[in-house]
């Protein structure tokens, strides 16, 4: 199976900029996707193809890929972005779908 | 706009088969998108269970591919998910996908979730 690796959690205060890592052999390779998931309800992509953000989705969210690692960037945190994120790629030698195990959100 | 709904029983007793069905309203399953499942367990992270196409071609999370199996009919427009043999560890919140991986994209429309707990 493949592995990504995502820190368990990132706190920043409002208005300041998080980044949240995800790691991973096949990054050079793959497209890392990037899912907002808030309590009780079902993931959101927020950013695809390492970069692309789906219409609906605030500028404020960007994402980045070099090497092995793939970074979600909010830029001037809000309250409301508090959540858990995960990382999302793929072998596709192989066609498995793979998950980093997620990194909450902790808005101080 | 693509929406999934799953449906299913929400309690399932050890050893026995859990299935559920995703509706899919607003897209066709016949498109060059693969349709999956997806659960998480209480209070863990997301684990990919496997996905299909509209030509029954499937692909499985390895540490489960011996007790899952996925299908598709393309004449109901839904897609179900079955799960033998299962234990407390099943115990998740199952969600079902549609799945652009294979063609670079991602898990672009997920349903709103249904809660399965196996009961001894």
């Known amino acids: 199976s493949y592995e990504l690796t995502q820190p368990p959690s990132v706190s920043v205060s409002p208005g300041q900029t998080a980044r949240i890592t995800c790691s991973g052999d096949?990054?050079?390779?793959?497209?890392a996707s990037w899912y907002q998931q808030k309590p009780g309800q079902a993931p959101v992509r927020i950013i695809y193809k390492d970069r692309e953000r789906p219409s609906g989705i605030p500028e404020r969210f960007s994402g980045s890929s070099s090497g092995t690692t793939a970074t979600l960037t909010i830029s001037g945190v809000r309250a409301e972005d508090e959540a858990d994120y995960y990382c999302q790629s793929a072998d596709t030698s192989d066609s498995y779908v793979a998950f980093g195990g997620g990194t909450n959100l902790i808005v101080l | 706009q693509v929406q999934l709904q799953e449906t299913g029983p929400g309690l399932v007793k050890s050893s026995e088969t859990l299935s559920l069905t995703c509706a899919v309203s607003?897209?066709?399953?016949?498109?060059?998108?693969?349709w999956g499942w997806v659960r998480q367990p209480p209070g863990r992270g997301l684990e990919w269970i496997g996905s299909i196409n509209q030509y029954g071609t499937t692909y499985y999370n390895p540490p489960l591919k011996s007790r899952v199996s996925i299908s598709i009919d393309t004449s109901k427009n839904h897609f179900s998910l079955n799960v033998v043999s299962v234990t407390a560890a099943d115990t998740a919140m199952y969600y079902c996908v549609r799945d652009g991986v294979r063609t670079g994209d991602s898990l672009d429309t997920w349903g709103q979730g249904t809660m399965v707990t196996v009961s001894s």
């Open positions: 096949a990054l050079p390779k793959e497209y």
């Open positions: 607003g897209d066709s399953v016949n498109t060059p998108y693969f």
